[in-house]
């Protein structure tokens, strides 16, 4: 999540081509126009991005693209778009187009409800959207199927202890079923101010398998994203505070506590640099457990050790990124754009 920025809502179409990503595509003859650069800082970077791959733009003109998911089984990336309310879909077959509005706020606007849509997507254990509702204040699936959306959601979770959450921004699913959120207050109109808060922390939770709500940690300021790493002993919470601009990692126990909390990666020196925009938000971590996680400057790809390996550089504050591992492609949502990275 960012600071709002309102801009003019003018959806400019990319190129249409029925062709997907091949193996043995190189990378120095993209079908789309290009922005940014990409930032070597370590050799083993090249083992993961071809040194002469760009950076796709698939489409523009959003007001703050958020929240991407590859769905398989409609060969496609749905992503949100917060301020509008809207989730989009995008496939290289038939390019871009609406799929879910509203999104995260079904009920009437609020004054100042500016960013009351969906925000993270995911798919569950039983391959249904799950949606983080900004708006309705909750952690929500869909009930409609992929080739048939409808705003129909049902409630997963929508308070702790009886208190509304604040507005659930990112989640991730473990192999167990349950489902992991964070908890910000950048959905509400008047943000930590606002009067219709209820929970003065910023927490991050685990919906169980029974519908129970736990409360992991409430000593982050600005939970964001947040991931799993593949053995599922560790967990990763970006926090998006320019104050305090990290990322954690928690040993996950067998119990589903957290414990050792330590700092992953700590970017806030490079805050309000103009060359390094944004802050720690959205990540996901790849088959070979490389991390790539959107913060100041783009997108950063790091070993397991926190160690940074390369920086993908979109220009713009960038919000949030996926993976489609079938095809070995890495999208990006940033700011008002959908981008895309061939990866090896």
Request: net charge negative; hydrophobic share 35%; glycine share 8%.
């Amino acid at each position: 999540m960012r600071p709002i920025l309102m801009t003019l809502f003018t959806l400019l179409f990319a190129c249409q081509n029925t062709s997907e990503p091949s193996e043995k595509e190189t990378t120095n003859t993209p079908k789309h126009k290009t922005i940014g650069s990409i930032e070597l800082l370590d050799d083993r970077l090249n083992e993961l991005i071809a040194p002469d791959a760009k950076i796709e733009i698939l489409a523009e003109g959003f007001n703050w693209s958020e929240g991407p998911v590859w769905v398989e089984e409609i060969e496609s990336l749905l992503f949100s778009d917060v301020p509008e309310n809207k989730i989009w879909r995008w496939s290289e077959t038939d390019s871009l187009r609406l799929y879910i509005e509203p999104s995260g706020r079904t009920g009437a606007l609020r004054e100042n409800d500016k960013e009351s849509g969906s925000n993270g997507l995911i798919l569950n254990d039983k391959g249904k959207l799950v949606v983080c509702q900004h708006g309705d204040r909750r952690v929500a699936k869909l009930t409609a199927s992929f080739d048939d959306p409808s705003a129909s959601f049902e409630t997963l979770a929508d308070d702790f202890e009886g208190r509304k959450f604040n507005s659930p921004n990112d989640l991730v699913f473990d192999g167990g079923g349950n489902c992991y959120f964070t908890d910000p207050p950048y959905g509400l109109p008047l943000k930590m101010d606002d009067p219709t808060k209820e929970i003065e922390f910023q927490g991050v939770y685990r919906i169980n398998t029974d519908s129970s709500v736990d409360l992991l940690t409430d000593e982050l300021t600005r939970p964001n994203g947040i991931e799993l790493s593949n053995d599922e002993k560790t967990l990763y919470v970006a926090n998006s505070d320019p104050d305090r601009a990290i990322w954690t990692a928690f040993d996950l126990q067998e119990d589903g506590t957290l414990a050792n909390a330590r700092i992953f990666y700590d970017a806030t020196n490079l805050v309000g640099d103009e060359n390094e925009k944004g802050l720690p938000d959205g990540l996901v971590v790849a088959d070979n457990n490389v991390i790539y996680a959107t913060g100041p400057g783009g997108v950063w790809i790091f070993d397991e050790m926190g160690k940074a390996l390369g920086k993908i550089r979109t220009t713009v504050p960038t919000a949030n990124c996926t993976i489609d591992p079938k095809r070995n492609v890495l999208y990006i949502t940033a700011d008002m754009y959908l981008l895309r990275v061939l990866l090896r």
